[in-house]
């Protein structure tokens, strides 16, 4: 662990800013081959290499000279600055600057890195002959609340020779202007607030000092940060609004004019400082005598130290507080009266003037405010040397300075004097990092409550040399050293965020660089890295070193390709070098739990370790690690028997039978199911390369054991890991392949507690079940396992009564009821029941000598146990079957003893109902499947004759289903009578058609489903739930939305209000209809016939969870039949618009009571309309039924005309719209009439004679019919494009009245026009009987008659 340089940014564009800025000295001809260089190598200038060759070029040297220089050293001949936060440089020189703002992108190796890329360039001088002189680059904090510690934006700070100082945005912007003193501006330097580390530590305030050859100007960083907000807001409302009048806020500072110094160069704002009494009093006693007063309170005061010479450093003082700062408009009104101003402000503005007042602008020169004197308080005299920088260590205690005679001093502040020099550093460039003390570091020697400890480090770069060194303060050695470019620059800003205080930095974390080096040859930016440890010393270097030793080791174990003696060796001399007993433990802990070492390397260097800690004296060691190294090699020893145990060569060579004895009956019992189970749980799954499949990791092993206590106990971690452990302990005893005693003897020798073992066994069994029911000596095994595992002792308690339940045999079944894997559970409670009634019958016949029979509470609970598992096995082969093709499809449900105890009555029958669901089962299909069960059963076995009958072969789909089907609720007869099966699955598809609305057919297929229920309880509660639950939202907003556009609504707008397309709401609609008529049919059967008493098997008589559907359905109250019809006909009117798509505002068709009775709560009693109805009312309701009966006509000519069968035929809507009529109190007779005339205008002549029947009033109907044979007739004679001759003449003999009469008809009203004359002599036939003689027309009729015959007659 020690100092690195890390690159975490490319500057980008560096060739195109380096032209830039030195465009008048850039050569006239540029060779072709420099265009092929990348932009960021400078180092080489190939254009003069063949200079050497001949004498005679050498004329041009000193223009290839100067080219060299440019390309390599151009950079120091530019201002530069960073912002803290790296996201913006600025590199200015003379009166030209570049601004560089930071962008991510992805190199060519994939990976994202940072890069700072040319924003704005351009020239900053305002006034003529003016360069840059000083840079700076200040973040300002954001004021929103939201913000975590980011600039929100940053401001570049210029200093000019003319002595302006001005400020720009990131995209070169100016925001104000401003001339503070008329001498060259020499430095900007910025101080932010930062928290006290310490109570006692003054609070610094934020402040920008600018330094002139005689004078100081600081700023408040406070009244700073407002006024570059104020500005900022108003160049942007101004931009905004094309105007260039901008009236900046006042702007304060401080002036102090630094004497008794004959040059000065740099500068450092220290910051408010307040002495303490002793040093108060010893100032007072020098410069006031023996007699001098000294005032009850230290007063504070603001440091600055300069460089330069004579003195070559010197210390001024600024006592605060005198007097308030004054602003530019109060310092111009009071100015005479004024002779020297502590305070004073701005008073000349440029940049921001009137377009009236350009010309005067320009030429007048701003009024500069005169400085007040500050003598220097003393100094470091030395008249030969001269200074040239100083670099203030971040927390203000120290400062390193640079002179011409290469030396570099390291100051004290506080005390005034030189504590350090260094030489050789000529031209050396200075900055400071921090290092803070990480958290978890001193929690092993001191108190964690002990505040972090933070080390200062001096970094300098010495450009001659072309070596970046770091430096401990205050008397440290070198820590570090690098090899860099002799053209390079230190950047080191000194501060961070300008704008926090101490409120608003509360959980902020500000991620700045404290120094970087900016390489121009390749253009990177490299950040310093230092440890912490590297500032310690004497007794804590040796820690320091363990933590080396520490990192050393860790690099050494991630290495793979390493080979495991030279590991070995390495690591075992790591760990004898490490003095810390707490580092060495750590140490050890990371050697264990690599997983690169093998274990034999493990135990030797554990053993190694405990070997030389016992030869230590005994007061001096650490007994937490004897204990670690103690057992970890117990542990070690362990895994290495086991590992032997389970090789090849140890596998048993007898032969055994297979099988198991006492439960061949069983076995064939259960073997049909079962071969079903196995075969659908068989197929192929998806496997990952990167799977573990090998032994067990060593770590592994041990991240899982622990001694606690002397005693070796087991942690149970993820199911994964859990399994894993288990299988490297037994799965070579259940596969055959190891002794199974000695394993168990080794086992138990370890001191691991038969209960662990026995829920190790048992997970690997349940969890490994694919592979387990492949072998088949896996039982005899598993029985030869639990036989040995309860005779260890404390398995089975000798204390235990036969008539009580045994804790051991428990954890057997509570194993095997909550695992999902069903065929492996029931195989192992099998061999558990064998293996308890052996134990049961031996621990009886030690205790009773005489005749007895065995009667055990633990027998008891095996027979439930076994009955539960065999039906779960069976319900499981169901669940498992493959969803087909075009289905819905979904993850097989797994389920256990226990899930289906925890959920419920209704468990069973939700998940055969989910499984229907993935199958896509028609309901009529799923009937005559439940209806065929009974003839099927067999009074014995009832579930098992089905399965026994039928080989394991490939079946359809469908007979599968069947088959399973019938066999579970076989097994389940309460859980799946028919009805509760039918509404389990009615809610599974109105659940899933809420899901995706989009989907109709299984709102339609919940409706069938529901209809199928044959008690009407449970019917009516299901319809009540389905209709509060899913229905009644979506019907309403279809109901509004229908009346808000008055027609049947579009995709989009069935989209936006209902959330599905128009075609999934016509269904939709056809299902509301559907349900509610199914609910009031439920709703008249209820009293005749009783509630249902739920039952369930008596295996399953302790399932305790939710209630089910069925349950909840019994619970409903009884609905208001009425309410119920009222929104049926509401449902009714919409389908039947959306159906035919009709103009309709289906609300307005009821009155006040009508409307306020939607949507309420079905069981409530509501007033519904009741009397005569309104007239207007009437009609309009006719004129919308009319509308469905044309639309019906309609749909049944055009279906009829196609040959296709339509959906919308399976609705009746001509008995419908009767129904509604009685409910509407519209005349039914009237309905039936135009749906006459509009069956015979649609040419469909037999469907009219059959509605004929029904019409009542025959003369009305009469007239209507004979207006419409007279269009046909009409057509025929007149229109048709077919006119015979015989046609001609016929029509010369009409009478004049029938000709008038038919020329009068318009068989463009006819939709069908073109009838046989058949049909039409038939349609007159019976207008004639309809009209009494003494009718007006009957002439015309029987006239229509003989010209109907004539026509057939010349056909």
């Not at 937490?624 to 145990?645: I, K």
């Not at 075609?1063 to 349900?1075: E, H, I, N, P, R």
Request: proline share 5%; with cysteine.
């Amino acid at each position: 662990m020690s100092c690195c340089l890390l690159d975490f940014c490319r500057v980008q564009e560096l060739r195109q800013v380096r032209d830039f800025l030195f465009q008048s000295n850039k050569p006239a001809i540029v060779s072709d081959e420099s265009k092929d260089q990348p932009e960021n190598e400078l180092t080489w200038d190939d254009s003069d290499w063949g200079s050497w060759e001949s004498s005679e070029k050498k004329e041009d040297g000193p223009l290839a000279e100067e080219e060299v220089q440019q390309g390599t050293q151009w950079l120091q001949d530019c201002v530069l600055s960073l912002s803290p936060f790296s996201d913006l440089l600025v590199i200015a020189r003379e009166q030209k600057a570049a601004f560089l703002t930071a962008k991510w992108q992805t190199d060519e190796s994939g990976r994202e890195e940072m890069t700072l890329a040319v924003s704005w360039s351009g020239s900053l001088s305002a006034e003529e002959g003016e360069c840059v002189s000083s840079v700076i680059c200040i973040p300002l904090a954001s004021q929103k609340r939201s913000s975590t510690g980011r600039p929100d934006w940053t401001c570049i700070v210029v200093g000019f020779s003319s002595g302006y100082v001005r400020f720009y945005t990131e995209n070169g912007v100016l925001l104000l202007a401003q001339l503070l003193n008329e001498d060259p501006v020499l430095r900007l330097k910025c101080r932010t607030y930062e928290i006290p580390r310490h109570p006692g530590v003054t609070e610094q305030h934020e402040e920008l000092s600018i330094l002139y050859p005689a004078a100081l100007v600081t700023i408040d960083g406070f009244s700073l940060f407002q006024s570059l907000r104020a500005c900022r807001n108003q160049v942007a409302r101004a931009a905004a609004a094309g105007s260039d009048a901008i009236q900046p806020p006042p702007l304060a500072y401080k002036k102090w004019g630094l004497q008794d110094m004959d040059t000065i160069v740099d500068h450092s704002s220290v910051g408010i400082m307040t002495l303490n009494v002793f040093d108060q009093m010893k100032n007072a006693s020098i410069l006031g005598g023996f007699h001098a007063s000294v005032k009850g309170s230290p007063p504070a005061m603001s440091q600055y130290i300069t460089v330069g010479g004579g003195p070559f450093t010197g210390f001024y003082y600024a006592v605060e507080g005198s007097s308030q700062p004054l602003l530019s408009h109060v310092a111009l009104a009071v100015a005479s009266k004024l002779t020297s101003a502590l305070f004073s402000a701005a008073s000349g503005w440029l940049g921001w003037k009137n377009k009236n007042e350009e010309e005067p602008a320009q030429k007048q020169k701003p009024k500069v405010e005169p400085a007040t004197p500050l003598p220097v308080r003393f100094g470091l005299p030395d008249s030969r040397r001269h200074g040239e920088s100083i670099s203030l260590s971040p927390c203000n205690t120290m400062a390193g300075v640079t002179d011409d005679f290469g030396r570099v001093t390291l100051l004290d502040v506080a005390r005034g004097i030189a504590i350090r020099m260094w030489k050789g550093y000529r031209d050396a460039q200075l900055g400071w990092v921090q290092v803070s003390e990480a958290r978890g570091e001193r929690e092993i020697a001191t108190s964690p409550s002990m505040p972090r400890r933070h080390a200062q480090f001096l970094v300098i770069y010495a450009p001659r040399r072309g070596i970046l060194e770091v430096w401990g303060t205050q008397h440290g050695p070198r820590v570090g050293a690098f090899t860099v470019g002799k053209n390079c620059r230190l950047l080191y800003p000194g501060y961070r965020l300008m704008g926090v205080n101490s409120v608003t930095s509360q959980g902020w974390h500000l991620h700045t660089q404290q120094v970087c080096l900016f390489d121009p040859t390749t253009g990177v930016l490299r950040s310093i890295t230092i440890p912490f440890h590297l500032a310690l010393s004497d007794k804590k270097s040796e820690r320091a070193k363990d933590m080396h030793l520490l990192k050393r080791l860790t690099t050494l174990l991630r290495s793979r390709e390493l080979d495991p003696a030279l590991m070995e060796r390495e690591a075992e001399s790591i760990l004898q070098e490490i003095k810390h007993p707490a580092i060495k433990k750590q140490a050890l802990e990371s050697l264990l739990s690599s997983k690169n070492a093998p274990v034999s390397c493990l135990t030797h260097i554990t053993r190694s370790l405990l070997n030389s800690l016992k030869e230590q004296d005994p007061e001096a060691i650490d007994e937490s690690l004897l204990q670690l190294c103690s057992s970890q090699l117990r542990l070690l020893q362990l895994y290495t028997d086991v590992q032997l145990l389970h090789s090849p060569d140890n596998s048993p060579t007898e032969t055994e039978p297979l099988s198991v004895s006492g439960i061949e009956e069983d076995l064939a019992r259960i073997g049909p199911i079962l071969r079903r189970y196995i075969e659908l749980n068989s197929r192929p799954s998806v496997s990952f390369a990167n799977d573990p499949g090998g032994p067990l990791p060593v770590r592994a092993f041990l991240s899982q054991l622990e001694y606690e206590g002397g005693e070796l106990r087991v942690v149970r971690g993820p199911d994964t890991d859990w399994t894993n452990l288990g299988s490297f302990l037994f799965w070579g005893c259940l596969s055959g392949q190891s002794p199974l005693e000695r394993v168990c003897e080794t086992l138990q020798q370890s001191g691991i507690s038969p209960q662990q073992l026995l829920s190790l066994l048992l997970t690997v069994w349940l969890n490994r079940e694919r592979e387990i029911l492949k072998r088949a000596d896996a039982m005899r095994n598993l029985h030869t396992l639990l036989n040995t595992l309860s005779s260890m002792k404390g398995a089975v308690d000798e204390s235990w009564d036969v008539q009580c339940v045994s804790p051991w045999w428990q954890q057997v079944r509570n194993a095997c009821i909550q695992s999902e894997s069903s065929g492996g559970a029931l195989l192992a409670a099998l061999v558990s029941d064998l293996a308890a009634k052996n134990s049961i019958t031996s621990l009886a016949e030690s205790k009773f000598q005489a005749d007895w029979e065995c009667v055990s509470l633990e027998l008891e609970q095996w027979v439930v146990c076994l009955r539960q598992l065999e039906d779960v096995l069976a319900l499981q082969t169901l669940l498992s079957m493959p969803s087909p093709q075009g289905s819905p499809g979904g993850t097989a449900q797994r389920c256990s003893v226990k899930s289906l105890l925890e959920s419920g009555r209704g468990g069973v029958a939700d998940s055969v109902a989910k499984l229907i669901f993935r199958q896509a089962v028609v309901p009529e299909v799923l009937k005559d499947v439940i209806q065929r069960r009974v003839c099927k059963q067999s009074p014995e076995e009832p579930g098992e004759q089905v399965l026994q009958q039928t080989d394991c072969v490939e079946k359809d789909n469908v007979e599968l289903l069947e088959e399973l089907l019938v066999c579970v609720c076989e097994r389940f007869p309460h859980s799946l009578a028919p009805d509760l099966l039918w509404a389990h699955c009615c809610w599974e598809y109105v659940v899933q058609w809420n899901k995706d609305p989009e989907m109709g057919g299984y709102l339609e297929w919940s409706v069938e489903y529901l209809k199928m229920i044959s008690n009407p309880h449970i019917q009516l509660g299901i319809s009540t739930m389905m209709w509060n639950t899913f229905i009644v939202k979506r019907f309403s907003a279809a109901a509004f939305l229908m009346e808000k556009v008055g027609k049947a609504p579009k995709d989009r707008l069935c989209r936006r209000d209902v959330g599905m397309g128009d075609t999934a709401m016509t269904s939709f609609l056809g299902s509301c209809v559907q349900l509610l008529q199914t609910l009031m049919e439920a709703d008249s059967g209820v009293e005749e016939v009783c509630a249902p008493e739920l039952s369930v098997e008596e295996a399953w008589g302790g399932a305790e969870g939710p209630a089910s559907i069925a349950e909840l359905a019994l619970q409903q109250k009884a609905v208001h039949y009425p309410l119920v019809q009222h929104h049926c006909l509401l449902a009714s009117l919409l389908s039947a618009a959306m159906t035919f798509s009709l103009r309709l505002k289906p609300l307005s068709l009821f009155d006040s009571k009508g409307k306020n009775a939607f949507f309420r709560d079905l069981t409530s009693i509501q007033l519904l309309p009741s009397g005569d109805p309104d007239p207007n009312l009437v009609a309009i309701r006719q004129e919308f039924l009319m509308n469905v009966l044309t639309g019906w006509v309609k749909t049944i000519g055009e279906a009829e005309d196609s040959s296709s069968v339509k959906s919308i035929s399976t609705v009746d809507w001509p008995a419908m719209c009767m129904e509604l009529a009685s409910l509407l109190q519209v005349t039914a007779d009237i309905l039936r009439r135009h749906l006459v005339w509009e069956l015979y205008n649609q040419g469909l002549d037999l469907r009219a004679e059959e509605v004929m029947l029904a019409v009542e009033d025959k003369d009305v109907l009469g007239s209507q019919l004979l207006v419409l044979t007279g269009q046909r007739l009409a057509f025929s004679l007149l229109h048709s494009q077919t006119q015979t001759k015989a046609t001609m003449e016929l029509l010369a003999r009409l009478p004049p009245t029938l000709c008038t009469w038919l020329k009068a008809m318009d068989p463009s009203e006819l939709r069908c026009p073109s009838v046989p004359l058949q049909q039409s002599s038939r349609l007159v036939s019976r207008v004639i009987e309809m009209l009494p003689e003494n009718h007006a027309q009957y002439s015309i009729a029987l006239h229509l008659l003989e010209t109907v015959d004539s026509l057939q007659e010349e056909e």
